[in-house]
DNA sequence: CCGCCGATACGCTACGCGCAGTTCAGAAAG
DNA sequence: CTTTCTGAACTGCGCGTAGCGTATCGGCGG
């Protein structure tokens, strides 16, 4: 956080400085190779390859894979689209259900499926992951429920924890298990009628 | 199936018969392999060498190392216990879930979500996931709410693909997301509860 | 009934390939 | 002059394929 900031300001950093023309070219170079092959078809000696840099300033900075992916992922045009506010909390995580449905059909779902899978097989990954894009999203919808929860838009008949998996799990398994049928018309109801189940509860 | 059965009837296979003494090797040994290590480091050349068998052979017989794991899982003691007669059709559901998610809670959970993992990347794999695992399991549980909604016992607001998904896509979210939440408490209540959601509708 | 033949499976060894992850010497920035 | 970065070279592993000699089947001719 601001301890980089305070760290450079106490001591001003020794040595070469790290290049930010690499680090850039690398992710160019990542997000472009992401559209022709899968996370796991991707290799790191071919990011450095495309990105004309040697292997070991990637894994200086990144400590493997999963962490360079989603890392160009982040920093690409149009990943941090804010929400319009919402008039209730019941509304609110709609808008969030449909704004991940969204994110998981655009080319990038196919990759966050990717991440997520890597993430099973490498605690590691799994951390990353769940760091930088789970936990978040998470906590996002975690957060308007309980709000609503406080304000009798939602039961308590389940834990917040478990009406979370409720809401997202479905969303995550059929695009794993039948992506053909994450399609438009899904997005287009599926985020009402399953909030519509938990509002009486 | 019984094509098998009639093609040996019509024409009885010529030359050295496959040897069941290497494919128990090679399962057993993939099992054991897998007690130690995940899906992904497991080799097929650590297969062979365990079993004491050729590479080839198992190249012959399965086309990657999904097959070959699926095919251990399923030849695995205990596998096919066959659920008790449910008195109707809401009570089939929340038998079939709590099986399933006993099935993931023991060490092959483990192994099914690095397959489904695996399934991602791999059309080839994802083809026999389906067919070997997924595709039963979610075929089980529609005939059920399909019964269910003939009956009177579910509604009609989802289709009956959708409603599987709200089912299921928890279970395996909870299980790929964060595992340690995956526990005793959540086997024991979640399977009514979910099911007592859709009841109404 | 015996023995050979074609067919297929077997275990084994070896090969080329691609990638992971590390080492090293030297260049670059302060 | 010190610190850090940088790319090439190196090691090791596993994949998937090919070829060798051997084992085991059914069938056929003597």
Redesign the interface.
Known sequence: MSNAVLKEEISPPKGRPRSEKSKNAILKATNSLLLHK????LSIEAIAKKAKVGKTTIYRWWPNKTAVVMDALINQPGMQTPLPTPRNNTEAVIMQLEKLIRLLQSKNGEVI??L??????NPESHKIF?NSF?SPL?DAIAFSIDRGKAEGEFGN??DT??IV??L???????L??HRP?FDDA?QES?PR??VS??RA?
Chains 1, 2 share one sequence.
Request: negative net charge.
């Open positions: 899968s996370v796991q078809e499926a990717q997520f899978s890597e993430a099973q097989t769940e789970l998470i008949t389940f924890k478990t998996d409720i997202c799990g479905p969303i995550f398994f059929r794993m298990a049928d899904f599926y009628k399953a189940l938990i509860n």
